[in-house]
């Protein structure tokens, strides 16, 4: 007698990073004899990959951990387990604000996360975890973190590597506030609406990877395991965790750790076998790309590795996201607007623009410095993509800063604008400032700059009509296509329809088109000719 497998349904809130997070709970769930289901009703336990980024995140994630254990009502549901970046920021805070959930798993969990939910199914009660600083679990200089193996990182298959790690081909020729007040907060008034992105079930018997380091895969500790959210042409890949910046209104260093690059063999044989799974566009995720290398030795590394990324066989390109303006350098910008299948695409969160104000966030430059950067990029690409976040409503903030910063958002030529309102975040320097603005001067400076970064980023789009663009088919419908042109990131920088298509068009495809219209950031193109892939070499020292 056969008995059917436990199912779960696993739904991911939040950035593409918690994408990759959740593609490697769905690997050790398979592997651990889980079925995964779409649809949460169905599922003997729904696991809620949460954001802790923003008090909107936090909420979305609270609302959708209520709609779900709503299911234990009406449904087969037995339990429904939080894991991501609220989790692991509030731990035993959570799980007492929210007797909703049958258990808050953190970062620690993921390695055996399959037999916490059988032992959670099985009605044992879980002891979630103190919340803790994360910085503090590696040493303060990068390059002493080489040796550290019981850190748990997720999508990391060895925790920290050296330099000796480094494939030759890839070395450089030339040498505390109350936070259960804050959960409290989160709570009272929460909706149960279900949210975020499901994992779809799989259409393959076998489990779709086990270690995509391949053969370069330590002979101890922890191997990455992932299985894709969807089947589509695009796929983040994470190149590194943590941040070891201090920028005074972010909390994510303290519950994503110091900074850790994974090493390049294995993000290389990630993209190996991604592509052998379909994917055509590799999205390098981090909190700071920038920074990849830095703790292997050389801060020029990602100069190379995007190199070697492109040329894995299958990839028709390779997007670098979450860029610091302070650390970019002419190498990178130059990797980045001339290595073939590399896409001229610029994440650079800028913030602000008041000199002044950024480094009252700790942040460095101003409107002049940025300026110049955009200039040196568009220099070397001039149709290159730039987009941006910003803060309105920081404590001190003047109408002055808000004049610089419209300024320089009208004389930067971004493609896209993020644009925030400040709100305090439990635990930052920032919640300790004076100078605090009221929610109504924060509402109406959120305002201006919003309809103002609409109206430049429309005007960007549409200086783009006649301009020719290479787009990568997500979906077909009837005789359109929809898709991303180079200069467009995935779900945040608007998309292209395709008009005039071929015959056997596939998704997957990369066109060249003439952008015909526009309507704010999104294009209309008539469809010109398939582009050719260059010709790709395998990536070597996968062994290394």
């Given at each position: 007698?056969?008995?059917?497998?436990?199912?779960?349904?696993?739904?991911?809130?939040?950035?593409?990073?918690?994408?990759?997070?959740?593609?490697?709970?769905?690997?050790?769930?398979?592997?651990?004899?889980?079925?995964?289901?779409?649809?949460?009703?169905?599922?003997?336990?729904?696991?809620?990959?949460?954001?802790?980024?923003?008090?909107?995140?936090?909420k979305d994630s609270v609302d959708t951990l209520l709609a779900a254990s709503d299911y234990k009502d009406s449904g087969r549901t037995?339990?429904?387990?939080?894991?991501?970046?609220?989790?692991?920021?509030?731990?035993?805070?959570?799980?007492?604000?929210?007797?909703?959930?049958?258990?808050?798993?953190?970062?620690?969990?993921?390695?055996?996360?399959?037999?916490?939910?059988?032992?959670?199914?099985?009605?044992?009660?879980?002891?979630?975890?103190?919340?803790?600083?994360?910085?503090?679990?590696?040493?303060?200089?990068?390059?002493?973190?080489?040796?550290?193996?019981?850190?748990?990182?997720?999508?990391?298959?060895?925790?920290?590597?050296?330099?000796?790690?480094?494939?030759?081909?890839?070395?450089?020729?030339?040498?505390?506030?109350?936070?259960?007040?804050?959960?409290?907060?989160?709570?009272?008034?929460?909706?149960?609406?279900?949210?975020?992105?499901?994992?779809?079930?799989?259409?393959?018997?076998?489990?779709?990877?086990?270690?995509?380091?391949?053969?370069?895969?330590?002979?101890?500790?922890?191997?990455?395991?992932?299985?894709?959210?969807?089947?589509?042409?695009?796929?983040?890949?994470?190149?590194?965790?943590?941040?070891?910046?201090?920028?005074?209104?972010?909390?994510?260093?303290?519950?994503?750790?110091?900074?850790?690059?994974?090493?390049?063999?294995?993000?290389?044989?990630?993209?190996?076998?991604?592509?052998?799974?379909?994917?055509?566009?590799?999205?390098?995720?981090?909190?700071?790309?920038?920074?990849?290398?830095?703790?292997?030795?050389?801060?020029?590394?990602?100069?190379?590795?995007?190199?070697?990324?492109?040329?894995?066989?299958?990839?028709?390109?390779?997007?670098?996201?979450?860029?610091?303006?302070?650390?970019?350098?002419?190498?990178?910008?130059?990797?980045?607007?001339?290595?073939?299948?590399?896409?001229?695409?610029?994440?650079?969160?800028?913030?602000?623009?008041?000199?002044?104000?950024?480094?009252?966030?700790?942040?460095?430059?101003?409107?002049?410095?940025?300026?110049?950067?955009?200039?040196?990029?568009?220099?070397?690409?001039?149709?290159?993509?730039?987009?941006?976040?910003?803060?309105?409503?920081?404590?001190?903030?003047?109408?002055?800063?808000?004049?610089?910063?419209?300024?320089?958002?009208?004389?930067?030529?971004?493609?896209?604008?993020?644009?925030?309102?400040?709100?305090?975040?439990?635990?930052?320097?920032?919640?300790?400032?004076?100078?605090?603005?009221?929610?109504?001067?924060?509402?109406?400076?959120?305002?201006?700059?919003?309809?103002?970064?609409?109206?430049?980023?429309?005007?960007?789009?549409?200086?783009?009509?006649?301009?020719?663009?290479?787009?990568?088919?997500?979906?077909?419908?009837?005789?359109?296509?929809?898709?991303?042109?180079?200069?467009?990131?995935?779900?945040?920088?608007?998309?292209?329809?395709?008009?005039?298509?071929?015959?056997?068009?596939?998704?997957?495809?990369?066109?060249?088109?003439?952008?015909?219209?526009?309507?704010?950031?999104?294009?209309?193109?008539?469809?010109?000719?398939?582009?050719?892939?260059?010709?790709?070499?395998?990536?070597?020292?996968?062994?290394?």
């Open positions: 007698m056969t008995t059917n497998p436990t199912t779960v349904a696993l739904v991911t809130l939040g950035c593409a990073r918690n994408d990759v997070d959740s593609e490697e709970l769905a690997g050790r769930l398979e592997a651990g004899g889980f079925r995964l289901v779409e649809d949460a009703s169905e599922a003997d336990t729904v696991v809620v990959n949460t954001c802790g980024f923003v008090e909107a995140a936090k037995q339990a429904v387990v939080a894991v991501g970046c609220l989790a692991e920021r509030y731990g035993e805070q959570l799980a007492d604000a929210l007797p909703e959930t049958d258990a808050v798993l953190g970062f620690d969990d993921y390695a055996d996360i399959s037999d916490k939910l059988r032992s959670i199914l099985s009605g044992t009660k879980h002891q979630s975890h103190v919340p803790r600083d994360r910085r503090k679990l590696l040493p303060l200089a990068p390059a002493d973190r080489a040796g550290v193996h019981d850190v748990a990182v997720p999508g990391h298959g060895d925790v920290v590597v050296n330099g000796s790690h480094i494939p030759t081909s890839l070395k450089p020729v030339n040498g505390s506030t109350d936070a259960a007040a804050d959960i409290d907060g989160l709570t009272s008034g929460a909706t149960a609406e279900l949210k975020g992105r499901a994992v779809k079930p799989s259409d393959r018997s076998e489990l779709t990877i086990d270690a995509p380091d391949l053969m370069s895969a330590p002979a101890s500790g922890p191997r990455v395991m992932r299985r894709r959210l969807d089947g589509g042409p695009m796929a983040p890949l994470k190149l590194a965790s943590g941040c070891d910046r201090r920028c005074a209104f972010c909390a994510i260093p303290a519950f994503r750790g110091a900074f850790v690059s994974r090493r390049p063999t294995e993000v290389l044989g990630e993209a190996h076998w991604l592509a052998e799974n379909g994917v055509r566009e590799v999205f390098l995720v981090s909190e700071n790309s920038t920074s990849y290398g830095k703790d292997l030795g050389d801060l020029r590394l990602l100069e190379t590795l995007v190199g070697e990324i492109a040329a894995v066989p299958g990839l028709t390109r390779v997007r670098v996201s979450y860029l610091q303006p302070a650390e970019m350098r002419p190498t990178l910008i130059t990797a980045m607007t001339s290595t073939p299948g590399v896409v001229p695409y610029f994440d650079l969160s800028f913030q602000h623009a008041s000199g002044p104000l950024l480094r009252r966030m700790r942040r460095f430059g101003d409107a002049e410095r940025f300026l110049e950067l955009i200039e040196s990029v568009r220099a070397q690409a001039p149709t290159a993509g730039i987009r941006s976040n910003v803060i309105v409503g920081f404590p001190g903030e003047t109408e002055q800063d808000v004049d610089i910063l419209c300024d320089f958002l009208s004389r930067a030529g971004l493609d896209a604008i993020g644009v925030f309102g400040y709100s305090d975040e439990d635990g930052t320097e920032a919640e300790t400032y004076d100078g605090k603005l009221d929610e109504d001067t924060i509402a109406a400076r959120l305002d201006r700059v919003t309809r103002l970064a609409e109206d430049l980023t429309s005007a960007r789009a549409e200086a783009r009509i006649g301009e020719t663009v290479e787009v990568l088919v997500e979906s077909i419908d009837g005789d359109t296509a929809e898709g991303r042109a180079a200069h467009q990131g995935p779900e945040v920088d608007g998309s292209t329809t395709l008009t005039g298509l071929p015959t056997g068009l596939a998704v997957g495809d990369l066109v060249a088109a003439t952008v015909t219209a526009s309507e704010g950031v999104d294009l209309v193109a008539q469809y010109a000719a398939h582009v050719q892939p260059q010709e790709v070499v395998r990536a070597a020292n996968l062994t290394a």
